[in-house]
């Protein structure tokens, strides 16, 4: 058996954090196991491109949750990456640290480590941002950050103007001293290139030799010995493999695969598993509970001035993007769709903020928006203004329903399970008419396409909300952190409670959600873990 220092699972945003990180001294050896393959492909690295691989199974799993009966029975597609950089390879890159509150909320809920303070370090590190280096940004760390309000869509500043008019403030970086207010969203691209985490730390480490990378292999069980994880079983090109850890295996598959592993490898409610005929190890009900998301509802509206649908749609305006992408990887291309929008508080009792706005200059009123057909918008001008609550309360489930790796998962989000989640959907819902209705918004809005005037009451408009509403992909919580096993996965160690050698490090680990858009949390996650790893190594823990 080929034998490894450390094994991580899943070559996704955390994973190649991991990789990186793990392998940077030389002295461990390192296998990073993914299940997709080469991240190198045009609609990969173009930063618009993400409209094409959101259904493109060769890329991406492609999961569909079971019928919502909040959303009217309803069942939400979520796409999730299946190669190399993972979902940060098929994502907007929205790059949104969220709030204090988030990760004081994390320690508070019983994780020492992981408040605000201790966690801004590795959000620096990470990063390498064209604000420089500060006390709230890092410089010449492995991913860049760009700021792109010179370059935004010009109708971002009217959308500015009009949360002004609501009152909310300004901000000039979400990230910075101020998360609050309206502006414009900071992404996740290097020379107008994707820079997930696949180019940003992974391709760097592989020069290492001490990092293998094995690509088109999927974990299939994690191996033990008594309760000590010691290695990874996969199939790769229909063979079974298997290899072995020394140290420790990392599971770093995302908040629907990894507690997927989890369950298949025998952690996990031991009824559900042994229904399947799954010896369980550990009686680990916490695995695939507590799954939280992002739930969110756009407003499309017609417009008096140009938006992104004008250069996107007629063969000529795509042709220019194009141009300009080659000339000087600039232009729409080079940037995603969601470019400004706000953190603000959606009553004057809110403690902190409360709701993420999106303006984005672009509609797609003749597809749902769900089909994702960013260079195919509407073929006029229009632009729509979208809402998610920062912090659902509702919390969903994730099961396997058979012993087979190649099965789906049972996903059940649970949306709009609490009064409080339906009374935001409620109030983001007249929130949005009313930014509309603000002077700068009304001046250019020539008519709202969807859902239109003619819905007004609470019970038409919730009624809308539960019709279209839909995730922004951003699942979270499936292996929860916390102290007490009964009730969540890892310890603050990120060590899977009851098992020696094995961590969950991703997304999946949140304790709860975070205010904003997932990625950057989850790279922070990814960092800190990787130091304690290595922390631990050097005390002889695990
Ligand atoms: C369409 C879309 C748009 C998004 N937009 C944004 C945005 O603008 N900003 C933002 O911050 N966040 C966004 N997100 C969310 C963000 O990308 C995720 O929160 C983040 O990538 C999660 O990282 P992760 O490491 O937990 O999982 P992933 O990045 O999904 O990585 C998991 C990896 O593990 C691999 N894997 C899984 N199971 C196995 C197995 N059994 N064997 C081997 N390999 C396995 C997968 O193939 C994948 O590569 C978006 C996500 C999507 C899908």
């Given at each position: 058996?080929?034998?490894?220092?450390?094994?991580?699972?899943?070559?996704?945003?955390?994973?190649?954090?991991?990789?990186?990180?793990?392998?940077?001294?030389?002295?461990?050896?390192?296998?990073?196991?993914?299940?997709?393959?080469?991240?190198?492909?045009?609609?990969?690295?173009?930063?618009?491109?993400y409209?094409?691989?959101?259904?493109?199974?060769?890329?991406?799993?492609?999961?569909?949750?079971?019928?919502?009966?909040?959303?009217?029975?309803r069942?939400?597609?979520?796409?999730?990456?299946?190669?190399?950089?993972?979902?940060?390879?098929?994502?907007?890159?929205?790059?949104?640290?969220?709030?204090r509150?988030?990760?004081?909320?994390?320690?508070?809920?019983?994780?020492?480590?992981?408040?605000?303070?201790d966690?801004?370090?590795?959000?620096?590190?990470?990063?390498?941002?064209?604000?420089?280096?500060?006390?709230?940004?890092?410089?010449?760390?492995?991913?860049?950050?760009?700021?792109?309000?010179?370059?935004?869509?010009?109708?971002?500043?009217?959308?500015?103007?009009?949360?002004?008019?609501?009152?909310?403030?300004?901000?000039?970086?979400?990230?910075?001293?101020?998360?609050?207010?309206?502006?414009?969203?900071?992404?996740?691209?290097?020379k107008?290139?994707?820079?997930?985490?696949?180019?940003?730390?992974?391709?760097?480490?592989?020069?290492?030799?001490?990092?293998?990378?094995?690509?088109?292999?999927?974990?299939?069980?994690?191996l033990?010995?008594?309760?000590?994880?010691?290695?990874?079983?996969?199939?790769?090109?229909?063979?079974?493999?298997?290899?072995?850890?020394?140290?420790?295996?990392?599971?770093?598959?995302?908040?629907?695969?990894?507690?997927?592993?989890?369950?298949?490898?025998?952690?996990?409610?031991?009824?559900?598993?042994?229904?399947?005929?799954?010896?369980?190890?550990?009686?680990?009900?916490?695995?695939?509970?507590?799954?939280?998301?992002?739930?969110?509802?756009?407003?499309?509206?017609?417009?008096?001035?140009?938006t992104?649908?004008?250069?996107?749609?007629?063969?000529?305006?795509?042709?220019?993007?194009?141009?300009?992408?080659?000339?000087?990887?600039?232009?729409?291309?080079?940037?995603?769709?969601?470019?400004?929008?706000?953190?603000?508080?959606?009553?004057?009792?809110?403690?902190?903020?409360?709701?993420?706005?999106?303006f984005?200059?672009?509609?797609y009123?003749?597809?749902?928006?769900?089909?994702?057909?960013?260079?195919?918008?509407?073929?006029?001008?229009?632009?729509?203004?979208?809402?998610?609550?920062?912090?659902?309360?509702?919390?969903?489930?994730l099961?396997?329903?058979?012993p087979?790796?190649?099965?789906?998962?049972?996903?059940?989000?649970?949306?709009?399970s609490?009064?409080?989640?339906?009374?935001?959907?409620?109030?983001?819902?007249?929130?949005?008419?009313?930014?509309?209705?603000?002077?700068?918004?009304?001046?250019?809005?020539?008519?709202?396409?969807?859902?239109?005037?003619?819905?007004?009451?609470?019970?038409?408009?919730?009624?809308?909300?539960?019709?279209?509403?839909?995730?922004?992909?951003?699942?979270?919580?499936?292996?929860?952190?916390?102290?007490?096993?009964?009730?969540?996965?890892?310890?603050?160690?990120?060590?899977?409670?009851?098992?020696?050698?094995?961590?969950?490090?991703?997304?999946?680990?949140?304790?709860?959600?975070?205010?904003?858009?997932?990625?950057?949390?989850?790279?922070?996650?990814?960092?800190?873990?990787?130091a304690?790893?290595l922390?631990?190594?050097?005390?002889?823990?695990?």
């Open positions: 058996m080929d034998m490894f220092d450390y094994i991580i699972v899943g070559a996704g945003t955390a994973g190649c954090v991991l990789a990186n990180r793990l392998s940077a001294d030389g002295s461990a050896r390192v296998l990073l196991i993914e299940a997709g393959g080469s991240d190198r492909t045009l609609w990969i690295q173009l930063p618009i491109g409209g094409r691989t959101f259904f493109d199974r060769r890329v991406n799993w492609m999961y569909d949750t079971e019928a919502e009966p909040a959303l009217h029975g069942k939400s597609y979520w796409p999730r990456g299946k190669v190399i950089g993972g979902s940060g390879s098929i994502n907007a890159m929205v790059h949104v640290r969220g709030q509150g988030d990760y004081d909320d994390w320690a508070a809920a019983g994780n020492p480590g992981w408040a605000w303070d966690v801004l370090p590795f959000f620096i590190r990470s990063e390498d941002h064209d604000h420089g280096a500060s006390q709230w940004h890092g410089a010449g760390g492995p991913q860049h950050v760009t700021d792109i309000s010179r370059v935004a869509h010009p109708l971002c500043r009217r959308f500015i103007a009009a949360g002004e008019a609501m009152g909310y403030p300004f901000t000039a970086d979400f990230n910075g001293p101020q998360a609050e207010g309206v502006g414009i969203y900071q992404i996740n691209t290097r107008g290139r994707r820079a997930s985490t696949a180019n940003a730390y992974l391709r760097p480490a592989l020069q290492r030799g001490n990092l293998v990378l094995r690509t088109h292999a999927h974990a299939t069980r994690i033990f010995e008594g309760r000590r994880a010691i290695g990874v079983e996969y199939h790769r090109r229909g063979a079974t493999v298997t290899v072995g850890a020394r140290r420790e295996v990392i599971v770093a598959g995302g908040s629907i695969n990894s507690p997927q592993l989890l369950q298949l490898s025998g952690i996990g409610d031991a009824a559900l598993l042994h229904s399947l005929g799954i010896p369980p190890l550990i009686d680990a009900r916490a695995v695939g509970a507590n799954l939280q998301d992002h739930l969110a509802v756009s407003y499309f509206y017609r417009s008096s001035l140009p992104l649908n004008d250069e996107l749609r007629p063969l000529v305006g795509k042709i220019r993007a194009a141009l300009r992408y080659l000339f000087d990887r600039g232009g729409p291309l080079s940037m995603s769709v969601n470019q400004s929008g706000g953190f603000i508080r959606s009553t004057a009792t809110s403690g902190r903020p409360d709701m993420q706005l999106y984005s200059p672009v509609s009123t003749r597809s749902p928006l769900s089909e994702r057909r960013l260079l195919n918008p509407d073929p006029f001008s229009a632009f729509l203004l979208s809402f998610n609550g920062c912090r659902p309360t509702s919390r969903g489930t099961a396997i329903v058979s087979d790796p190649r099965s789906p998962p049972s996903i059940r989000p649970n949306y709009l609490t009064e409080y989640d339906i009374g935001q959907a409620l109030a983001g819902s007249r929130l949005l008419r009313t930014l509309a209705a603000t002077a700068p918004m009304a001046e250019i809005i020539t008519d709202e396409l969807v859902p239109g005037r003619h819905l007004q009451t609470d019970a038409e408009l919730l009624d809308d909300f539960r019709a279209r509403a839909d995730t922004v992909y951003h699942p979270t919580s499936s292996c929860m952190m916390g102290p007490d096993p009964a009730t969540s996965v890892v310890d603050a160690r990120l060590r899977v409670h009851g098992i020696a050698g094995l961590r969950v490090a991703d997304a999946s680990i949140f304790p709860n959600i975070t205010s904003g858009n997932t990625n950057a949390p989850t790279v922070m996650v990814a960092e800190k873990a990787a304690m790893i922390d631990d190594a050097r005390f002889g823990q695990q």
